[in-house]
């Protein structure tokens, strides 16, 4: 009796039972019956492949010295690479041994070999040791509503698109879960074990959720991710993922830093200088020589938090690294303390290319860019190639006087305060560069003094004050300052120009929002709505309300939701849009105030 053909990977002509007759003549036909070698050889059909195991008929490929054997230890993927490229191109052989002189006809053979393995299930795994138990977690348990909400917005993430309809007035769950961890991570809860899965399947398809998902996942996430390759990043990523270790035992210290992985080692260094800056780089010193490039560059980096003078000898040293970037950034750092001692070589450098110019009828800013970039300022982090578009004297340029410290200006300066320094005419078109450089240096150096200053008032114009025009310098100004002082500009900003320009300033204001930058939002959408605007340019600004406004603005955006009639010159269906967005504004903001009262009933 013969059975119908079954599909085995990409191979049909096997069959379970029974014997069958050729599908093909000629080398590499493929064969279907299980029966003896006898019964399933022709002479008509050399080199043949058979369905279970070698077969034995004439040039069949098997038997003493044949290339089966040899094969047959190969991949699925090797074989089907070989069969794609041909056994010619890429013949089917191990590594460094030689192709077998029948390769197609073995090629087959070993697909058919796998083909049934496949079906019969995955073989046995070789035994190993039980891995060793996580380390425990003591962190309370959530909830059983916030567990309940949080496997719901997990499985939502997992759930099949709606095929870009859209999703209506019901609110977007997979933009909640970011909030959801944070929140869960500031009440300081561990993530259930059942749920970590599915949790580090999100953090491995958004990398924007990975420094709260690991950082809610804890140890037990970490001891998962050691065990299935899919999860390997977080044993790679940013120490989010790592409980804070105890470093009050000086042993435990060295051999975890010695032996932990990176992610425990980041970890450990930022504990070390959470509690003595001067210990986690005296720390960081021990391996540095025999770290790789691109660790000394993160562990540099780490060194942001809780920057001191106590850390210049260290970065000194690190302008003379062997990696670029390693040296760029010690130079970063360094500038970034004013009494550095290149911060003052910096200093000296941009203020012999720019000082107060009295020719003209008011005082104003002269600039003599540098004509070289020599060595000297090679090693303290100037960069000599300019990017493509841009002039060397400028590159150069701005370099220095971004990393010089902001108080030499007011010397220089006769004394004058930032924000009249920044209002001084500048010759030569040479404002755009200088106003740039200093918008770096004040966000590198944390200065709220000339942040405001280079801002200017949020009502101005931008084209035409003092300051920066570039929204993107301005969003980077914004986070130098103080939460209710940047929601307060924003605000000021959006009451005066609108929301077309703002979105990336709200990118940077303390979620929730403030009141008077939430009522600003509000209005400006309102305005947009009643003024007949194009809807759909909106929707951008609408979902990050969605995650940002204030739970309690639900009620008072309740009016909001009902739909307007259509207006004469009104985008067609514009009414109908901007109700439903209103509506999901609204049920989003009370799932929002649902999700914090399930994480505070402890």
Not at 119 to 145: F, K, S, T
Not at 323 to 352: F, Y
Request: aromatic letters at 6%; a negative charge; proline letters at 9%.
């Amino acid at each position: 009796m013969t059975t119908a053909p079954t599909t085995a990977g990409p191979f049909t002509n096997v069959t379970a039972t029974g014997t069958s007759t050729a599908t093909g003549s000629g080398s590499g036909s493929a064969y279907s019956g299980p029966g003896p070698a006898s019964d399933r050889g022709s002479a008509s059909a050399p080199g043949s492949a058979y369905g279970f195991g070698p077969a034995s008929g004439p040039g069949s490929g098997s038997g003493s010295g044949s290339g089966f054997d040899a094969v047959a230890g190969l991949s699925w993927e090797e074989l089907v690479t070989s069969a794609l490229l041909g056994t010619d191109r890429r013949p089917p052989a191990p590594r460094g041994g030689p192709a077998p002189a029948d390769a197609p006809a073995a090629l087959l053979d070993a697909a058919a070999l796998h083909a049934v393995r496949q079906r019969a299930g995955l073989r046995p795994a070789v035994p190993r040791a039980r891995p060793a138990p996580a380390a425990p977690d003591p962190r309370p348990a959530l909830p059983e509503a916030a567990r309940l909400r949080l496997a719901h917005l997990l499985a939502d993430r997992a759930a099949p698109s709606a095929g870009g309809r859209g999703r209506g007035a019901a609110p977007d769950l997979t933009e909640l879960i970011p909030q959801w961890l944070a929140t869960a991570n500031r009440m300081g809860y561990r993530a259930p074990a059942s749920l970590l899965p599915p949790l580090l399947d999100a953090a491995r398809a958004r990398t924007d959720l990975r420094p709260q998902a690991l950082a809610f996942a804890g140890p037990r996430g970490l001891w998962l991710a050691g065990l299935n390759p899919d999860w390997r990043f977080a044993l790679r990523g940013a120490a989010g993922g790592t409980l804070r270790p105890d470093v009050t035992d000086p042993d435990a210290v060295a051999r975890l830093w010695e032996e932990g992985l990176f992610a425990e080692r980041i970890a450990l260094l930022d504990a070390v200088r959470a509690q003595d800056p001067p210990a986690g780089t005296a720390l960081l010193a021990t391996t540095w020589a025999a770290e790789r490039a691109e660790d000394r560059l993160m562990f540099l980096d780490s060194l942001r938090s809780g920057l001191g003078n106590a850390d210049e000898p260290f970065l000194e040293q690190a302008l003379s690294d062997r990696s670029r970037n390693v040296r760029a950034t010690a130079a970063e750092l360094l500038s970034a303390l004013p009494a550095s001692a290149l911060a003052g070589r910096m200093a000296a450098r941009a203020l012999s290319c720019v000082h107060l110019d009295r020719t003209g009828v008011s005082p104003g800013i002269a600039v003599e860019a540098p004509h070289e970039c020599d060595a000297g300022m090679q090693r303290d982090g100037v960069a000599a190639v300019p990017p493509a578009g841009r002039g060397e004297r400028s590159w150069w340029l701005g370099q220095l006087v971004e990393a010089a410290p902001l108080g030499v200006w007011e010397e220089r300066f006769g004394g004058r305060a930032a924000e009249e320094i920044v209002a001084l005419p500048v010759a030569d078109e040479w404002a755009g560069e200088l106003h740039a450089a200093w918008c770096r240096a004040a966000v590198r150096q944390r200065n709220p003094h000339w942040s405001r200053a280079l801002l200017g008032h949020p009502s101005a114009p931008p084209a035409s004050g003092p300051g920066t025009a570039s929204i993107a310098e301005r969003s980077k100004l914004l986070s130098v300052l103080e939460e209710g002082e940047r929601a307060s500009w924003v605000a000021g900003f959006i009451a005066a120009h609108g929301l077309s320009e703002a979105f990336q300033l709200l990118g940077v204001c303390t979620v929730p929002w403030a009141g008077p930058l939430g009522r600003a939002v509000v209005d400006a959408l309102d305005i947009a709505r009643d003024g007949g605007s194009y809807p759909w340019s909106f929707s951008g600004v609408m979902g990050l309300a969605e995650r940002c406004l204030d739970p309690a603005e639900a009620d008072r955006l309740e009016v909001l939701t009902a739909a307007q009639d259509e207006q004469e010159g009104a985008s067609p269906g514009a009414g109908g849009y901007w109700s439903e967005a209103f509506q999901r504004l609204v049920s989003t903001l009370r799932l929002r105030a649902t999700m914090e009262a399930e994480l505070l009933a402890a």
